[in-house]
């Protein structure tokens, strides 16, 4: 199975708490990271889609194959 790199996932684990953070999939996606600090909710908004993705954590968008761009 394809995986990032150990550098870009710690990168990933830094900037990924931030909205606003451009992200790549290894699927080859590319979308926009919004947080809901509030709630604890993740959303991708996937460029070029309608398709939005909801996770719960850092670690749950890093294991469905996302990280920082």
């Known amino acids: ?10 990168l990933s684990r830094e ?19 919004s947080i809901d600090y509030k709630n604890n909710i993740y959303t991708i908004d996937i460029h070029d889609s309608d398709q939005v993705l909801t996770f719960k954590s850092v670690d749950e968008i890093i294991n469905a194959g996302w990280a920082v761009d």
């Not at 199975?1 to 710690?10: A, N, V």
């Not at 900037?15 to 990271?33: A, E, P, Q, R, V």
């Open 1 to 10: 199975m394809r995986k990032w790199s150990d550098e870009l996932i710690k």
């Open 15 to 33: 900037y990924l708490n931030y909205s606003g953070t451009s992200i790549k999939s290894l699927n080859g996606d590319f979308g926009i990271l």
